[in-house]
C-alpha cells in the first residue's frame, strides 16, 4: 500500500499551503502518521507526527507555524503549513506506521518557498 500526497506547491514567503495523504489502498491499523522532508544535500528528518489518540509533536523549526492534523476514519493526514520560509523548501513525504511496525512512505510532494 502507498500513501499518495497532495498539495505541493510554489508560493511566495509568507504564504500558506495545505499538504494531504492518504493510502492507495486499505492500510489497518495506523498508529502513527508523520511528515517529514528533505531539502537537497540534507538528511530526511521529521516535520511532525501525530498518533491515533491526536498526540502530536513539531520539530522547533516549524511550531507556531505548521499544523498536524489526521481523519482516523479515512486514514488521511494533513498538514497546514503557513508563513512559510524559503528554508522550508524541501520535498515532503508522509509516513505512516501500524500497529504491527509496518511503515509505509509515500512518494513525496515538492514544496518550494520563493519570491
Known amino acids: 500500500v502507498q500513501l499518495v500526497e ?4 510554489l508560493v511566495q514567503p509568507g504564504g500558506s499551503l495545505r499538504l494531504s495523504c492518504a493510502p492507495s489502498g486499505s492500510l489497518f491499523s495506523i498508529v502513527v502518521m508523520a511528515w517529514y522532508r528533505q531539502a537537497p544535500g540534507t538528511q ?13 509533536n513539531y520539530a522547533d523549526s516549524v511550531k507556531g507555524r505548521f499544523t498536524i492534523s489526521r481523519d482516523n476514519a479515512k486514514n488521511t493526514v ?24 509496518l511503515e509505509n512512505w509515500g512518494q513525496g510532494t515538492q514544496v518550494t518557498v520563493s519570491s
Do not use: H
Not at 497532495?6 to 506547491?9: A, C, D, I, L, T
Not at 520560509?85 to 524541501?90: N, V
Open 6 to 9: 497532495s498539495g505541493g506547491g
Open 78 to 101: 494533513y498538514l497546514q503549513m503557513n508563513s512559510l520560509k524559503p528554508e522550508d523548501t524541501a520535498v515532503y513525504y508522509c509516513y505512516a506506521r501500524t500497529i504491527m511496525s
Open 44 to 56: 530526511r528528518e521529521l516535520v511532525a507526527d501525530i498518533t491515533s489518540g491526536g498526540s502530536t
